[in-house]
Nanobody, 113 residues
């Protein structure tokens, strides 16, 4: 079992930045990929970024170089820059491994002037 607790998020103006963190506890050694997803009400959850244990990264097409993802032993990070109104969503972190598919509670990120 893996438990995830997110922090960060909030309100930012267009062009601003937010940094999300996702702390993992439990069977962390079995996690091989950490991910970030987002969801807007009425829409499906979509991929923002993933990072594997070796450090391979994948981003959603909409990111276009604006976001950075990283991780240490227990915590994953998502640095979001040049945010726009269409980035407003609930952001969820994810951890996967053999028999593991854990989700954080979600954190709201709102981009508005």
């Amino acid at each position: 079992q893996v438990q995830l607790v997110e922090s960060g998020g909030g309100l930012v103006q267009p062009g601003g930045s937010l940094r999300l963190s996702c702390a993992a506890s439990g069977d962390v050694s079995s996690v091989w990929i950490r991910g970030w997803y987002r969801q807007v009400p009425g829409n499906q959850r979509e991929l923002v970024a993933t990072i594997t244990n070796p450090g391979t990264k994948q981003f959603g097409d909409f990111v276009k170089g604006r976001f950075i993802t990283s991780r240490d032993k227990n915590t994953a990070y998502l640095q979001m820059n040049n945010l726009q109104s269409e980035d407003t969503a609930v952001y969820y972190c994810n951890a996967r491994g053999p028999g593991i598919d854990a989700w954080g509670q979600g954190t709201q990120g709102t981009v508005s002037s």
